[in-house]
């Protein structure tokens, strides 16, 4: 074969590739503007905002052998059926955050045919994360998760548009990024995030489809919903007193597993419209779900939506300009300022570096995570005071032992936790309450890993 034939049998080929591309970006053209499903873009500015209208099942589109082939087994869900299907693949699903609840979600979600589907995530995958996030693997380890999320999503459905987002979602972008959007799952996993992402969601009257898990428990709800359905902030008008994540309090990765699914399921049954939408349907309810203790699952009747709420009530207060401008802050209202922790000045505190050396010399060196994490990995001569116990007084026996060992042998204590934070509270309270002078390790064991002994386990 010459070169002229070989060329001529190139340009047949890339013609034929061209024809499948072409076919298959009319196939997926909604309202007029055509994205290439085998394209995968991370700007998320590409996708054009969402239709006006509500989405509907009623369409002369047709549906591929591939795709028939691939959805069958869902097709045949009466609920479903090719309608269904269709609806689905002309969906925008918005999922934030891709750990542990994001990634069963869009695993569903995109085997499910929805045909775009946005992920939103900052984070890079670490070793913790993989018990329970399924999406990933030692090899993603160090990469953005949204693009791992999308390199193991595309293999399994090439036929979804897949776009990420590796940035926060926050009060300067959230409006822009949402108003793309047909229903977003909220899958994050700190207050701020959640009574933004209920805030903009509502204002934009957008379904969003919000769960979450700590330790053994999980719960769902969906908001937005008919007239009546109420918002995030009508049921939680107020954040929680006390804030816990999951990489503190810990969680189980099955258990997190089946709140993301069940999420992936309640955004399926709304876009095909198998989710009660009129406020003389189905009651509204969230779901629990407990992995150990008590019955598995229970419903709770929740209230319609609150005329008080200052979101969505009948005076609303929270507003597109009053969020975007920066004027609201959510990170204070959910009492996660910085000033939550005090400032202790550089006399009082040591870095891991100086630590090291010092532990050559006699101290007492108080580790003030709670008893859990300590089991997990501690340092060789810690003593173990949670915090918690030195903030109800139930330490204060303890205490006394160490400040009259302290006086007698001259020794200096050292408080350390897991960054550097919750130390600098204890340090506040002993020299405040019992006159302890104690000096704040910075940084915490997550530095110590860090700067001095990395065999240290990181968590």
Same mark, same amino acid.
């Given at each position: 074969?010459?070169?002229?034939?070989?060329? /001529?049998? /190139?340009?047949?080929?890339?013609?034929?590739?061209?024809?499948?591309?072409?076919?298959?970006?009319?196939?997926?053209?909604?309202?007029?503007?055509?994205?290439?499903?085998?394209?995968?873009?991370?700007?998320? !500015?590409?996708?054009?905002?969402?239709?006006?209208?509500?989405?509907?099942?009623?369409?002369? +589109?047709?549906?591929?052998?591939?795709?028939?082939?691939? %959805?069958?087994?869902? =097709?045949?869900?009466?609920?479903?059926?090719?309608?269904?299907?269709?609806?689905?693949?002309?969906?925008?699903?918005?999922?934030?955050?891709?750990?542990?609840?994001? !990634?069963?979600?869009?695993?569903?979600?995109?085997?499910?045919?929805?045909?775009?589907?946005?992920?939103?995530?900052?984070?890079?995958?670490?070793?913790?994360?993989?018990?329970?996030?399924?999406?990933?693997?030692?090899?993603?380890?160090?990469?953005?998760?949204?693009?791992?999320?999308?390199? +193991?999503?595309?293999?399994?459905?090439?036929?979804?548009?897949?776009?990420?987002?590796?940035?926060?979602?926050?009060?300067?972008?959230?409006?822009?990024?949402?108003?793309? %959007?047909?229903?977003?799952?909220?899958?994050?996993?700190?207050?701020?995030?959640?009574?933004?992402?209920?805030?903009?969601?509502?204002?934009?009257?957008?379904p969003l489809i919000f769960a979450a898990a700590l330790r053994s428990e999980a719960q769902l709800t969906v908001f937005n919903v008919g007239l009546a359905g109420p918002c995030y902030r009508c049921l939680f008008p107020s954040p929680p007193a006390v804030i816990q994540a999951c990489s503190d309090a810990g969680v189980l990765g099955p258990v997190v597993?089946?709140?993301?699914?069940?999420?992936?399921?309640?955004?399926?049954?709304?876009?095909?419209?198998?989710?009660?939408?009129?406020? +003389?349907?189905?009651?509204?309810?969230?779901?629990?779900?407990?992995?150990?203790?008590?019955?598995?699952?229970? $419903?709770?009747?929740?209230?319609?939506?609150?005329?008080? !709420?200052?979101?969505?009530?009948?005076?609303?207060?929270?507003?597109?300009?009053?969020?975007?401008?920066?004027?609201?802050?959510?990170? $204070?209202?959910?009492? =996660?300022?910085? /000033?939550?922790?005090?400032?202790?000045?550089?006399?009082?505190?040591?870095?891991?570096?100086?630590?090291?050396?010092?532990?050559?010399?006699?101290?007492?060196?108080?580790?003030?995570?709670?008893?859990?994490?300590?089991?997990?990995?501690?340092l060789q001569g810690s003593v173990n005071l949670p915090l918690s116990d030195i903030l109800s007084g139930s330490a204060d026996p303890k205490l006394r032992q160490i400040l009259n060992q302290s +006086?007698?042998?001259?020794?200096?204590?050292?408080?350390?936790?897991?960054?550097?934070?919750?130390?600098?509270?204890?340090?506040?309270?002993?020299?405040?309450?019992?006159?302890? /002078?104690?000096?704040?390790?910075?940084?915490?064991? $997550?530095?110590?890993?860090?700067?001095?002994?990395?065999?240290?386990? =990181?968590?």
């Amino acid at each position: 074969m010459d070169a002229r034939e070989s060329l /001529e049998k /190139e340009a047949v080929a890339l013609r034929a590739r061209l024809a499948e591309i072409e076919t298959s970006i009319s196939r997926l053209e909604d309202d007029g503007v055509a994205a290439s499903a085998v394209d995968v873009s991370s700007d998320d !500015c590409a996708i054009p905002d969402r239709p006006r209208k509500r989405m509907s099942s009623k369409s002369p +589109e047709s549906l591929s052998k591939d795709e028939v082939s691939r %959805y069958s087994r869902q =097709m045949l869900v009466p609920e479903i059926g090719k309608l269904g299907q269709l609806a689905l693949r002309r969906a925008r699903v918005l999922v934030v955050g891709a750990g542990g609840l994001g !990634c069963p979600a869009l695993s569903y979600l995109a085997g499910a045919g929805v045909g775009t589907i946005g992920i939103a995530d900052p984070d890079t995958v670490s070793i913790s994360n993989l018990p329970r996030q399924t999406l990933y693997t030692l090899a993603s380890v160090g990469m953005l998760k949204v693009d791992a999320a999308v390199t +193991e999503l595309r293999l399994r459905n090439p036929n979804v548009r897949y776009f990420g987002l590796p940035h926060e979602i926050n009060s300067h972008n959230a409006f822009e990024i949402l108003r793309k %959007y047909d229903v977003v799952l909220d899958c994050s996993d700190t207050p701020s995030s959640r009574y933004l992402l209920g805030d903009v969601s509502r204002i934009l009257n957008i379904p969003l489809i919000f769960a979450a898990a700590l330790r053994s428990e999980a719960q769902l709800t969906v908001f937005n919903v008919g007239l009546a359905g109420p918002c995030y902030r009508c049921l939680f008008p107020s954040p929680p007193a006390v804030i816990q994540a999951c990489s503190d309090a810990g969680v189980l990765g099955p258990v997190v597993g089946v709140a993301g699914v069940l999420q992936a399921l309640e955004a399926i049954k709304l876009i095909t419209g198998n989710l009660a939408t009129s406020d +003389e349907e189905l009651p509204r309810v969230m779901t629990l779900f407990s992995g150990i203790h008590g019955t598995p699952w229970r $419903t709770i009747r929740i209230r319609k939506r609150n005329p008080n !709420c200052i979101t969505c009530g009948e005076n609303p207060q929270i507003s597109e300009q009053l969020i975007t401008s920066g004027e609201y802050q959510y990170v $204070t209202f959910c009492g =996660m300022s910085p /000033e939550l922790y005090p400032t202790i000045s550089d006399s009082h505190s040591i870095s891991v570096d100086a630590l090291h050396e010092a532990r050559s010399t006699s101290h007492i060196l108080l580790d003030v995570r709670d008893r859990g994490q300590f089991a997990i990995a501690s340092l060789q001569g810690s003593v173990n005071l949670p915090l918690s116990d030195i903030l109800s007084g139930s330490a204060d026996p303890k205490l006394r032992q160490i400040l009259n060992q302290s +006086e007698l042998n001259s020794n200096p204590v050292y408080v350390i936790c897991r960054f550097g934070n919750d130390s600098r509270t204890a340090v506040k309270i002993l020299a405040e309450k019992y006159g302890i /002078e104690a000096f704040n390790v910075v940084g915490g064991l $997550t530095s110590w890993t860090e700067n001095v002994d990395d065999s240290f386990p =990181m968590y």
